[in-house]
T-cell receptor
């Protein structure tokens, strides 16, 4: 079945540094959704990408969907403590979401 | 909009007890709800897809007699963990989508932390 691979598992950054997480699939994806889960919380929908090569921005967050619709990335510029959490990508398959493993953003003290 | 309420938030109970978790869509009708289980530091594991008025579709490896799902209305789905044992301790989260069409986001409840002693 369809799988979505997400790396890295963890990323430690100093506050103010950038953060990037990547998702890849061996098959073409119909769409890619991104969610954020704060520690102890539930996933919250951030954005969806549908078109080949699509780029969307939300303030310091930039989301990209590859030309072949097989990969996606989330880039956060100048991280802040409020960005802490785990970021998941997910894609629709048979009306279910196939989830990436998530990337945990950790701000170094 | 698109608020999902899950209750209870925490459950601590003895082994052998059955536990019911409720998931409600407060401001929309959810034809489809999903039940996930999440272990610490891991991703979401889909347990079953709940469709209003029909039987739930369980993922491979999930015991349907152990995890009973009922989706009696467009705003309520319940998950009952029957005769719970310590290995059932986990974080259970429900989600709902407003439309079965592809590309609709899932809206999550706050989750239920289940601890079986």
């Amino acid at each position: 079945g369809q799988q979505v691979m997400q790396i890295p598992q963890y990323q430690h950054v100093q506050e103010g540094e950038d953060f990037t997480t990547y998702c890849n699939s061996s098959t073409t994806l119909s769409n890619i959704q991104w969610y954020k889960q704060r520690p102890g919380g539930h996933p919250v929908f951030l954005i969806q990408l549908v078109k080949s090569g699509e780029v969307k921005k939300q303030k310091r967050l930039t989301f990209q969907f590859g030309e072949a619709k097989k990969n996606s990335s989330l880039h956060i510029t100048a991280t802040q403590t409020t960005d802490v959490g785990t970021y998941f990508c997910a894609s629709d398959s048979n009306y279910q979401l196939i989830w990436g493993a998530g990337t945990k953003l950790i701000i170094k003290p | 909009g698109a608020v999902v309420s899950q209750h209870p938030s925490w459950v601590i109970c003895k082994s052998g007890t059955s536990v019911k978790i409720e998931c409600r869509s407060l401001d929309f009708q959810a034809t489809t709800m999903f039940w996930y289980r999440q272990f610490p530091k891991q991703s979401l594991m889909l347990m079953a897809t709940s469709n209003e008025g029909s039987k739930a579709t369980y993922e491979q490896g999930v015991e349907k007699d152990k995890f009973l799902i009922n989706h009696a209305s467009l705003t309520l789905s319940t998950l009952t963990v029957t005769s719970a044992h310590p290995e059932d301790s986990s974080f259970y989260i429900c989600s709902a989508r407003t439309d079965r069409a592809l590309g609709q986001p899932q809206h999550f409840g706050d989750g239920t932390r289940l601890s079986i002693l």
